[in-house]
């Protein structure tokens, strides 16, 4: 097994608050701000957000940690960084490769679609797009999603093109700033919102108590199950894990970052927009279309939340066009880091300069998307998955990377860290800058015994097992 450090890389961030800046960017994006809010809505709310938070600290923190040492310790990304743990362990990166390429392709399908709805409201076609079909009609166009599509991943590419510093810090330090200050007003203004019709009257704190507040009332223990196993997943979305992301920009971070306060800010940054993206969504969405309106699931952001602007009257508008603002602003930082992983793998195989790298895979993940972008349209048909979906062939691209490939790989960088080089590998790297590494016991139990047995029961729900089962007991 090798251990030696690897040389220094040829950029890195210029100290702790990049790091955790731009870290905290690639976990903040969609998954926070798209899929926690209806997952949320979808679980219970206070239930669902009770069980995420003790995942967060638990399951979270363990990930997070193995993956951002295997970067830092290593100093190289997904590929190079597990052929130096061990060379039998290379495929890992390969896999850590393959999936951000896969989630790429439609996370930038899925930012266009952002930045269309953003334009809309600014030239006040809000009530267009509170239409029932507006979203359908656009996505199932062959054209107009390809072109605000190729729109989103040129500022994607010209943010990775321009490197570590002043690209994804400089970038960072921007977007995120602005993200924090747009979902705190928004999330404050959904809270004093009110419906009633005479007969019915709803307000925001009502809503805002339905998330916050666990109800047991009605839960089964595959019920219970299929919320964890929703949280679990979602963190997958939230921390960026599983991804190469973290180790990428592990691989940035220099020694003297103290690893024990970044990542605990990571942790709390990321959870905090998570939180307030649903004290945002849920209100404004239980507010004016009831308990109803919470069972939209990943239709909530693109069909239900323009409803909720036109309801809200003239100041609709100006709040979709914060929001959309905002949610742009977290995709793009999420795209930005998914983008700098797979150019920082390429770079490290092939040995090819950044700019050359950075505009061939653009050019390569733009030629897909539009294959993706097509399925809704000519190349469209429906699929059973496993799980008991069924989905085109964006939906397929995010089973096989989501359902599959990642909970594989936390499973298999578990067992790595765990059994073959031994977690006090990880531990020797934290307190290399002379602090003492918390969480150390439990660290090493997270580690060995719990985090792979709930990776083995996510991925087991993945196949479609615990839908059998269900079957099978009704």
């Given at each position: 097994?090798?251990?030696?450090?690897?040389?220094?890389?040829?950029?890195?961030?210029?100290?702790?608050?990049?790091?955790?800046?731009?870290?905290?960017?690639?976990?903040?994006?969609?998954?926070?701000?798209?899929?926690?809010p209806?997952?949320?809505?979808?679980?219970?709310?206070?239930?669902?957000?009770?069980?995420?938070?003790?995942?967060?600290?638990?399951?979270?923190?363990?990930?997070?940690?193995?993956?951002?040492?295997?970067?830092?310790?290593?100093?190289?990304?997904?590929?190079?960084?597990?052929?130096?743990?061990?060379?039998?362990?290379?495929?890992?990166?390969?896999?850590?490769?393959i999936?951000?390429?896969?989630?790429?392709?439609?996370?930038?399908?899925?930012?266009?679609?952002?930045?269309?709805?953003?334009?809309?409201?600014?030239?006040l076609?809000?009530?267009?797009?509170?239409?029932?079909?507006?979203?359908?009609?656009?996505?199932?166009?062959?054209?107009?999603?390809?072109?605000?599509?190729?729109?989103?991943?040129?500022?994607?590419?010209?943010?990775?093109?321009?490197?570590?510093?002043?690209?994804?810090?400089?970038?960072?330090?921007?977007?995120?700033?602005?993200?924090?200050?747009?979902?705190?007003?928004?999330?404050?203004?959904?809270?004093?919102?009110?419906?009633?019709?005479?007969?019915?009257?709803?307000?925001?704190?009502?809503?805002?108590?339905?998330?916050?507040?666990?109800?047991?009332?009605?839960?089964?223990?595959?019920?219970?199950?299929?919320?964890?196993?929703?949280?679990?997943?979602?963190?997958f979305?939230?921390?960026?894990?599983?991804?190469?992301?973290?180790?990428t920009?592990?691989?940035?971070?220099?020694?003297?970052?103290?690893?024990?306060?970044?990542?605990?800010?990571?942790e709390?940054?990321?959870?905090?927009?998570?939180?307030?993206?649903?004290?945002?969504?849920?209100?404004?969405?239980?507010?004016?279309?009831?308990?109803?309106?919470?069972?939209?699931?990943?239709s909530l952001?693109?069909?239900?939340?323009?409803k909720?602007?036109?309801?809200?009257?003239?100041?609709?508008?100006?709040?979709?066009?914060?929001?959309?603002?905002?949610?742009?602003?977290?995709?793009?930082?999420?795209?930005?880091?998914?983008?700098?992983?797979?150019?920082?793998?390429?770079?490290?195989?092939?040995?090819?300069?950044?700019?050359?790298?950075?505009?061939?895979?653009?050019?390569?993940?733009?030629?897909?998307?539009?294959?993706?972008?097509?399925?809704?349209?000519?190349?469209?048909?429906?699929l059973?998955?496993?799980?008991?979906?069924?989905?085109?062939?964006?939906?397929?691209?995010?089973?096989?990377?989501?359902?599959?490939?990642?909970?594989?790989?936390?499973l298999?960088?578990?067992?790595?860290?765990?059994?073959?080089?031994?977690?006090?590998?990880?531990?020797?790297?934290?307190?290399?800058?002379?602090?003492?590494?918390?969480?150390?016991?439990?660290?090493?139990?997270m580690?060995?015994?719990?985090?792979?047995?709930?990776?083995?029961?996510?991925?087991?729900?993945?196949?479609?097992?615990?839908?059998?089962?269900?079957?099978?007991?009704?």
């Amino acid at each position: 097994m090798e251990t030696t450090l690897a040389k220094k890389r040829t950029g890195s961030f210029t100290g702790s608050l990049g790091f955790v800046l731009a870290t905290a960017g690639a976990s903040i994006g969609l998954g926070n701000i798209w899929r926690f809010p209806y997952l949320a809505a979808k679980g219970g709310g206070g239930l669902f957000l009770f069980v995420y938070l003790i995942l967060v600290v638990t399951f979270g923190f363990t990930l997070l940690l193995t993956e951002t040492v295997i970067g830092r310790k290593t100093g190289k990304s997904p590929i190079e960084a597990f052929t130096q743990i061990g060379r039998k362990w290379r495929f890992l990166g390969y896999i850590a490769y393959i999936v951000p390429s896969l989630i790429l392709t439609y996370y930038v399908l899925i930012g266009g679609w952002i930045l269309k709805y953003l334009v809309d409201f600014i030239f006040l076609r809000g009530p267009l797009a509170a239409e029932d079909s507006y979203f359908t009609s656009f996505i199932t166009s062959p054209i107009a999603p390809i072109v605000y599509m190729g729109i989103f991943l040129l500022v994607t590419e010209v943010i990775v093109f321009m490197g570590v510093e002043k690209g994804i810090e400089r970038t960072s330090k921007i977007l995120m700033p602005g993200l924090f200050v747009m979902i705190i007003f928004i999330s404050v203004f959904s809270l004093f919102l009110k419906y009633d019709d005479g007969t019915v009257v709803r307000t925001g704190l009502q809503g805002f108590r339905h998330y916050v507040v666990p109800s047991f009332e009605g839960v089964t223990f595959l019920g219970f199950l299929e919320i964890l196993l929703s949280a679990m997943g979602q963190l997958f979305f939230s921390l960026s894990i599983a991804m190469g992301i973290v180790i990428t920009y592990g691989s940035y971070a220099k020694k003297d970052v103290n690893l024990n306060k970044s990542l605990a800010q990571i942790e709390f940054f990321d959870t905090l927009v998570a939180f307030l993206a649903g004290m945002m969504i849920i209100p404004s969405i239980y507010v004016f279309s009831g308990l109803d309106g919470m069972n939209q699931g990943p239709s909530l952001l693109f069909v239900s939340l323009p409803k909720v602007f036109q309801a809200m009257g003239k100041i609709g508008n100006f709040v979709g066009i914060v929001f959309f603002i905002m949610v742009l602003f977290a995709a793009l930082t999420s795209s930005v880091a998914i983008l700098e992983t797979i150019v920082a793998n390429t770079m490290e195989v092939t040995h090819k300069p950044r700019k050359k790298v950075s505009v061939v895979i653009s050019l390569i993940i733009f030629a897909v998307s539009v294959l993706i972008s097509l399925g809704y349209s000519v190349f469209y048909f429906e699929l059973p998955l496993p799980n008991g979906s069924v989905g085109q062939l964006l939906d397929v691209f995010d089973y096989i990377s989501n359902s599959i490939l990642m909970p594989f790989l936390a499973l298999m960088t578990c067992y790595v860290i765990g059994w073959v080089t031994k977690p006090q590998w990880v531990i020797d790297e934290v307190e290399i800058s002379g602090v003492k590494m918390s969480r150390k016991r439990f660290y090493i139990v997270m580690v060995k015994y719990v985090a792979p047995i709930l990776l083995c029961i996510l991925f087991l729900q993945s196949t479609g097992i615990f839908n059998l089962i269900g079957r099978l007991v009704k």
